[in-house]
């Protein structure tokens, strides 16, 4: 499928600190705003999803303001080491020169966070203190706008960062005893990119050759896959797998189907590294697997930069050349290269892979009791489920009726937190559904 540009009107939610810390970041109360509501801001983080379209929006963006005659730039914070002047990807470093030696404003986007935190914890303060030297004389003039997967941002050491290189204005005060709010803070402004509406899905359907818009949005909603459809990424895999079969199936099948169109080049004739693939498949569920278990999410490269917090392939996959493993970590499973690292694309395919994983382990002759470990353990005399390994857990029990009646006895809601519960035989249903409405009616008695 050829890539497209679909120009659409993206909406931002305002973000507020949880707490002092800012250990989580949730909605807030405000109206969604468009980017000519925020583009006058001095300083903003823009918090997406992968795959939701946080560098098409602010690399377009970016060119919709320099073609009004303004100062623009995007540039990738990856980039921003000591020749800064190559790191330009909308304008260029003379206009940057001539725009530090006027008295105008310019508006740069930085992207990303996340990606620049991959090779070393200082790469992103590394970028910012150059980023801020370079522009130090004309700060105040400067409006940055600075992306972000909401997992990357460190919330109050990287707003700290910001503050110290990038400041704007006159030095915010320090908190009253007791004040934990930061929402009066005007220095950074928060917003997450919103997802595509329902007519936003049909308009880029429509762009990538669907002709019958309507049926495949309503194909969509019937599947319970509107969050999925919602980031610009997935919704190229969803209408791959609609022109591909005319339909879409339940949650569970669309995964499965995507995850194979995925790996499919890989064991086509025509594929400069060709792999069986069973053993393609088998190469993946095993690297979801190693992430769920050690909560790394990131994965080397064969000839890249490894550390103990990263995940080595060639550990893992035993009897695969480093070419076989390049190639797989370059499938669109995966997010794309950055210091010689990817992590997976999508965290429900990574977690359904990991599932196959387990699933595969457990039908192993002897391996069941050591792999049921993994999911359950026993604390104070009652059965628990491991929290780690919760998510893989809720597409497991579609794979394994021994361990779906297990975490059903245990925790009957966990259905409902993930997998696909339409795919859970009717009578399972049915008893899951008694046993969470006994449990809610006990503990309003209690």
Same mark, same amino acid.
């Given at each position: 499928m050829t890539d497209k540009i679909v120009e659409l009107i993206r909406r931002f939610t305002p973000m507020s600190p949880r707490s002092a810390e800012w250990d989580f970041l949730m909605t807030g109360t405000g109206k969604p705003q468009r980017w000519h509501e925020i583009e006058d801001a001095f300083r903003v983080l823009i918090i997406a999803d992968p795959g939701a379209g946080k560098t098409f929006e602010a690399q377009a963006r970016a060119r919709r303001i320099k073609e009004r005659g303004r100062h623009a730039f995007f540039i990738r914070i990856e980039k921003i080491d000591g020749n800064f002047e190559q790191a330009f990807e909308v304008g260029t470093?003379?206009?940057? +020169?001539?725009?530090? $030696?006027?008295? /105008?404003? &310019?508006?740069? =986007?930085?992207? !990303?966070?996340?990606? @620049?935190?991959?090779?070393?914890?200082?790469?992103?303060?590394?970028?910012?203190?150059?980023?801020? +030297?370079?522009?130090? $004389?004309?700060? /105040?003039? &400067?409006?940055? =706008?600075?992306? !972000?997967?909401?997992? @990357?941002?460190?919330?109050l050491p990287d707003q700290t960062l910001i503050e110290q290189h990038l400041p704007h204005g006159e030095p915010v005060p320090a908190e009253r005893d007791g004040d934990t709010s930061r929402d009066s803070d005007p220095s950074l402004k928060l917003f997450r990119l919103a997802g595509l509406s329902e007519d936003e899905i049909g308009l880029f359907a429509s762009h990538y050759g669907v002709s019958d818009v309507s049926e495949f949005v309503d194909a969509v909603k019937r599947a319970n896959l509107l969050q999925l459809a919602e980031r610009p990424f997935d919704l190229k895999a969803l209408i791959r797998v609609w022109i591909a079969d005319h339909k879409l199936g339940s949650r569970f099948e669309v995964l499965q189907r995507m995850i194979a169109l995925q790996l499919a080049p890989l064991s086509s004739p025509m594929a400069p590294i060709r792999c069986d693939a069973a053993k393609v498949r088998a190469g993946a569920q095993m690297l979801a697997g190693a992430v769920m278990m050690t909560g790394k999410a990131v994965i080397c490269l064969p000839d890249g930069v490894h550390s103990p917090d990263r995940i080595d392939p060639r550990v893992l996959l035993e009897g695969w050349s480093d070419d076989e493993i390049d190639a797989l970590l370059r499938t669109g499973l995966f997010d794309d290269i950055v210091y010689t690292s990817v992590r997976f694309r999508h965290r429900e395919i990574r977690e359904l892979l990991s599932a196959e994983w387990a699933n595969e382990l457990l039908n192993r002759p002897g391996q069941r009791p050591r792999i049921e470990d993994l999911f359950f353990r026993d604390r104070y005399g009652e059965t628990v489920i491991v929290p780690r390994t919760r998510p893989t857990l809720t597409w497991l029990i579609l794979l394994d009726d021994a361990v779906r009646d297990r975490a059903l006895e245990i925790a009957p809601e966990i259905a409902t937190e993930g997998g696909d519960p339409s795919r859970l035989p009717l009578d399972v249903r049915q008893r899951m559904l008694t046993q969470i409405v006994e449990r809610i009616a006990t503990r309003r008695d209690g």
């Open positions: 470093s003379d206009e940057f +020169t001539t725009w530090l $030696a006027s008295t /105008d404003e &310019a508006w740069f =986007f930085l992207d !990303s966070v996340d990606e @620049a935190q991959l090779e070393t914890p200082r790469a992103l303060e590394n970028a910012v203190r150059i980023f801020g +030297t370079r522009c130090h $004389a004309a700060l /105040d003039r &400067a409006r940055i =706008f600075i992306t !972000s997967r909401e997992d @990357a941002w460190r919330a």
